[in-house]
């Protein structure tokens, strides 16, 4: 299920379906493409530190902790919680 404001929610309409090997159908979706997001910021990673608690503290909203991954081009948002590591805080997308 995709929720409203999602980052897929643009790609919701879009799914199709995918035959695993033990002959089930699954829907899945297709590839989101990121565009460029200029960085306003940039924060060092403390040890306490998480997306969800940036996107709170620069967003408002805990929720679009994905706008850091995606300027940070993480395909697995831990990849960013290396202590010390600089990473990228692009302005706010609204939707």
């Known amino acids: 299920m995709i929720f409203k404001g ?4 643009k790609l919701a309409k ?3 379906k995918v035959r695993a090997s033990d002959g089930l159908d699954h829907a899945a979706l297709p590839i ?5 997001a200029p ?4 924060q060092t990673i403390a040890a306490h530190d ?3 608690l940036l996107a709170a503290r620069f967003y408002g909203n805990p929720l679009k902790f994905w706008l ?6 993480a395909m697995d948002p831990e990849d960013l ?5 600089e990473v990228l805080i692009p302005p706010d997308r609204n939707r």
């Open 50 to 52: 998480r997306l969800d």
């Open 6 to 9: 999602s980052r897929y929610e």
């Open 14 to 16: 879009a799914t199709y």
């Open 39 to 42: 960085a306003t910021y940039r």
């Open 32 to 36: 989101r493409f990121i565009p460029p």
């Open 68 to 73: 850091i991954a995606d300027a940070n081009s």
């Open 81 to 85: 919680l290396e202590e010390g590591l």
